[in-house]
Protein backbone atom coordinates (compact mmCIF):
# COMPACT_ATOMS: atom_id res chain seq x y z
CA UNK A 1 0.00 0.00 0.00
CA UNK A 2 1.22 3.54 -1.08
CA UNK A 3 1.10 6.20 2.33
CA UNK A 4 2.30 9.20 1.14
CA UNK A 5 2.52 11.11 -2.24
CA UNK A 6 4.70 13.88 -2.54
CA UNK A 7 3.48 16.75 -5.32
CA UNK A 8 5.21 19.24 -7.25
CA UNK A 9 3.16 22.87 -7.26
CA UNK A 10 4.25 24.73 -10.25
CA UNK A 11 1.92 23.17 -13.39
CA UNK A 12 1.52 19.87 -11.24
CA UNK A 13 -1.18 21.25 -8.29
CA UNK A 14 -1.78 24.55 -9.65
CA UNK A 15 -1.58 26.95 -12.66
CA UNK A 16 0.51 29.51 -11.54
CA UNK A 17 2.11 30.69 -14.90
CA UNK A 18 0.19 33.60 -14.99
CA UNK A 19 1.68 34.72 -11.60
CA UNK A 20 5.20 33.91 -12.70
CA UNK A 21 5.06 35.82 -16.01
CA UNK A 22 3.39 38.56 -14.72
CA UNK A 23 6.46 39.00 -11.72
CA UNK A 24 9.10 38.11 -14.10
CA UNK A 25 8.05 41.13 -16.58
CA UNK A 26 7.74 43.37 -13.99
CA UNK A 27 10.97 42.77 -12.52
CA UNK A 28 12.60 43.08 -16.08
CA UNK A 29 10.30 46.47 -16.23
CA UNK A 30 11.83 47.59 -13.36
CA UNK A 31 15.45 46.87 -15.01
CA UNK A 32 14.86 48.39 -18.24
CA UNK A 33 15.32 45.50 -19.83
CA UNK A 34 12.65 43.59 -22.72
CA UNK A 35 9.42 41.72 -21.40
CA UNK A 36 9.54 37.63 -22.02
CA UNK A 37 7.03 35.71 -23.66
CA UNK A 38 4.73 33.67 -22.25
CA UNK A 39 6.07 30.70 -23.56
CA UNK A 40 9.41 31.60 -22.71
CA UNK A 41 8.33 31.73 -18.92
CA UNK A 42 6.74 28.26 -19.26
CA UNK A 43 10.22 27.09 -20.72
CA UNK A 44 12.44 28.63 -17.95
CA UNK A 45 9.98 27.42 -14.99
CA UNK A 46 11.28 24.23 -12.99
CA UNK A 47 14.69 25.00 -11.49
CA UNK A 48 13.82 27.74 -8.94
CA UNK A 49 13.71 31.39 -9.12
CA UNK A 50 16.98 32.21 -9.79
CA UNK A 51 17.51 30.22 -12.53
CA UNK A 52 14.17 31.83 -13.96
CA UNK A 53 15.82 35.12 -13.57
CA UNK A 54 19.02 34.60 -14.98
CA UNK A 55 17.46 32.88 -17.84
CA UNK A 56 14.63 36.01 -18.67
CA UNK A 57 17.71 38.62 -18.11
CA UNK A 58 20.05 36.71 -20.63
CA UNK A 59 17.40 37.36 -23.72
CA UNK A 60 18.59 40.83 -23.59
CA UNK A 61 21.83 40.15 -23.71
CA UNK A 62 24.91 38.27 -22.31
CA UNK A 63 26.26 41.26 -20.24
CA UNK A 64 22.90 41.18 -18.53
CA UNK A 65 24.38 38.31 -16.05
CA UNK A 66 26.40 40.69 -14.13
CA UNK A 67 22.86 42.23 -12.92
CA UNK A 68 21.52 38.93 -11.83
CA UNK A 69 21.54 40.05 -7.70
CA UNK A 70 19.67 43.13 -8.51
CA UNK A 71 17.42 40.78 -10.84
CA UNK A 72 16.94 38.62 -7.81
CA UNK A 73 16.72 41.15 -5.14
CA UNK A 74 13.99 42.86 -7.45
CA UNK A 75 12.03 39.57 -8.17
CA UNK A 76 11.89 38.62 -4.36
CA UNK A 77 9.89 41.81 -3.69
CA UNK A 78 8.13 41.17 -6.34
CA UNK A 79 7.21 38.17 -6.28
CA UNK A 80 6.40 38.05 -2.62
CA UNK A 81 3.53 40.41 -3.38
CA UNK A 82 1.79 38.62 -6.32
CA UNK A 83 3.00 34.78 -5.73
CA UNK A 84 -1.11 34.10 -5.89
CA UNK A 85 -1.75 36.39 -8.66
CA UNK A 86 -4.19 34.63 -10.96
CA UNK A 87 -3.40 30.72 -9.06
CA UNK A 88 -6.27 27.95 -9.72
CA UNK A 89 -5.85 24.78 -9.27
CA UNK A 90 -6.16 21.92 -11.95
CA UNK A 91 -9.46 20.74 -12.65
CA UNK A 92 -9.71 17.56 -10.52
CA UNK A 93 -6.91 18.34 -8.23
CA UNK A 94 -9.10 18.87 -5.37
CA UNK A 95 -11.14 15.58 -5.83
CA UNK A 96 -7.62 13.72 -6.88
CA UNK A 97 -6.27 15.28 -2.73
CA UNK A 98 -9.51 14.59 -1.64
CA UNK A 99 -9.99 10.71 -2.86
CA UNK A 100 -5.70 9.99 -1.66
CA UNK A 101 -6.81 11.57 1.82
CA UNK A 102 -9.86 8.96 2.08
CA UNK A 103 -7.35 6.37 1.28
CA UNK A 104 -5.27 7.43 4.27
CA UNK A 105 -2.18 8.46 2.20
CA UNK A 106 -0.19 11.66 3.67
CA UNK A 107 0.33 14.43 1.02
CA UNK A 108 3.03 16.54 0.33
CA UNK A 109 4.46 19.68 -1.57
CA UNK A 110 7.76 20.08 -2.67
CA UNK A 111 8.63 22.73 -4.77
CA UNK A 112 11.81 24.52 -6.11
CA UNK A 113 9.45 28.00 -5.52
CA UNK A 114 10.78 29.66 -2.54
CA UNK A 115 10.01 28.30 0.78
CA UNK A 116 7.86 31.18 1.59
CA UNK A 117 5.81 31.68 -1.29
CA UNK A 118 5.72 27.76 -1.71
CA UNK A 119 3.70 27.66 1.07
CA UNK A 120 1.78 30.76 0.98
CA UNK A 121 0.06 29.85 -2.19
CA UNK A 122 -0.83 26.60 -1.49
CA UNK A 123 -1.94 27.65 1.91
CA UNK A 124 -4.45 30.18 0.23
CA UNK A 125 -5.04 28.43 -2.86
CA UNK A 126 -6.04 24.92 -0.92
CA UNK A 127 -6.45 25.77 3.00
CA UNK A 128 -4.38 25.01 5.58
CA UNK A 129 -4.09 22.16 6.93
CA UNK A 130 -4.70 20.00 3.23
CA UNK A 131 -1.12 19.13 2.85
CA UNK A 132 0.88 17.35 5.52
CA UNK A 133 4.01 19.03 4.93
CA UNK A 134 4.99 21.73 2.48
CA UNK A 135 8.01 22.48 1.64
CA UNK A 136 10.25 25.19 -1.01
CA UNK A 137 13.41 25.90 -1.67
CA UNK A 138 15.36 26.63 1.71
CA UNK A 139 18.70 27.78 2.23
CA UNK A 140 21.19 24.79 2.49
CA UNK A 141 18.79 22.36 1.00
CA UNK A 142 19.92 21.18 -2.56
CA UNK A 143 16.89 22.18 -4.98
CA UNK A 144 15.40 19.45 -7.09
CA UNK A 145 16.20 17.29 -8.78
CA UNK A 146 18.67 16.14 -6.11
CA UNK A 147 16.17 13.44 -4.24
CA UNK A 148 17.79 14.21 -0.58
CA UNK A 149 13.93 16.53 0.28
CA UNK A 150 11.60 14.23 -1.40
CA UNK A 151 13.83 11.51 0.82
CA UNK A 152 13.58 13.66 4.00
CA UNK A 153 9.71 14.41 2.97
CA UNK A 154 8.92 10.69 2.88
CA UNK A 155 10.87 10.13 6.06
CA UNK A 156 9.07 12.14 7.66
CA UNK A 157 5.46 10.82 6.98
CA UNK A 158 6.27 7.49 8.08
CA UNK A 159 7.14 6.60 4.31
CA UNK A 160 9.41 4.18 2.74
CA UNK A 161 10.72 5.23 -0.68
CA UNK A 162 8.85 1.81 -1.76
CA UNK A 163 5.26 3.40 -0.09
CA UNK A 164 5.73 7.32 -1.81
CA UNK A 165 4.66 8.56 -4.90
CA UNK A 166 6.14 11.69 -6.65
CA UNK A 167 4.32 13.64 -9.13
CA UNK A 168 5.16 16.59 -10.85
CA UNK A 169 5.32 17.51 -14.69
CA UNK A 170 8.89 18.78 -15.70
CA UNK A 171 11.99 16.93 -16.61
CA UNK A 172 13.04 17.82 -13.30
CA UNK A 173 10.58 15.91 -11.66
CA UNK A 174 11.25 12.95 -13.04
CA UNK A 175 14.76 13.23 -12.73
CA UNK A 176 13.94 13.69 -8.73
CA UNK A 177 11.47 10.98 -8.43
CA UNK A 178 13.43 8.30 -10.30
CA UNK A 179 16.65 9.57 -8.13
CA UNK A 180 14.45 8.89 -4.79
CA UNK A 181 13.57 5.26 -6.52
CA UNK A 182 9.55 6.32 -5.94
CA UNK A 183 6.84 5.81 -7.82
CA UNK A 184 6.95 8.58 -10.31
CA UNK A 185 3.80 10.35 -12.13
CA UNK A 186 4.42 12.64 -15.10
CA UNK A 187 1.24 14.93 -15.16
CA UNK A 188 0.80 16.51 -19.30
CA UNK A 189 -1.53 18.78 -18.41
CA UNK A 190 1.48 21.18 -17.03
CA UNK A 191 4.42 23.15 -17.92
CA UNK A 192 6.13 20.75 -20.37
CA UNK A 193 3.82 17.87 -21.82
CA UNK A 194 3.78 14.16 -22.87
CA UNK A 195 6.76 14.49 -25.35
CA UNK A 196 9.09 16.24 -22.84
CA UNK A 197 8.31 14.28 -19.88
CA UNK A 198 8.85 10.92 -22.54
CA UNK A 199 12.34 11.78 -23.23
CA UNK A 200 12.93 12.61 -19.55
CA UNK A 201 12.12 8.81 -18.53
CA UNK A 202 8.87 9.16 -17.08
CA UNK A 203 7.67 5.87 -17.00
CA UNK A 204 4.52 6.68 -16.50
CA UNK A 205 2.41 9.36 -17.71
CA UNK A 206 -1.12 10.84 -17.07
CA UNK A 207 -3.11 13.35 -19.00
CA UNK A 208 -5.93 13.63 -16.03
CA UNK A 209 -6.55 13.40 -12.16
CA UNK A 210 -8.41 10.50 -12.18
CA UNK A 211 -6.19 8.91 -14.61
CA UNK A 212 -3.63 8.47 -11.04
CA UNK A 213 -6.14 6.80 -8.95
CA UNK A 214 -6.68 4.45 -11.69
CA UNK A 215 -2.89 3.97 -11.98
CA UNK A 216 -2.40 3.81 -7.98
CA UNK A 217 -5.29 1.04 -7.73
CA UNK A 218 -3.86 -0.58 -10.52
CA UNK A 219 0.01 -0.63 -9.25
CA UNK A 220 -1.76 -1.73 -5.39
CA UNK A 221 -3.45 -4.48 -7.23
CA UNK A 222 -0.53 -6.20 -8.65
CA UNK A 223 1.84 -5.44 -5.94
CA UNK A 224 3.23 -2.24 -6.74
CA UNK A 225 4.75 -3.97 -9.49
Not at 43 to 61: D, Q, Y
Not at 187 to 192: K, L, N
Request: hydrophobic content about 40%.
Amino acid sequence: MYKACIFDLDGTLADTLESLFFSVNQTLQEMGLPFITEEQCRRFVGNGARVLIEKAILTSSEDAKSRLEEGMERYRRIFDANCTYHVIPYEGIETLLDVLKKRGMKLAVLSNKPDAQAVKVVEEVFGRGRFDQIQGQKEGVPRKPDPSAALAIAKSLGATVEETIYIGDSEVDIATGRAAKMLTIGVAWGFRGAKELKEAGAGYIVGSPDEIIKLIEKKEENGHE
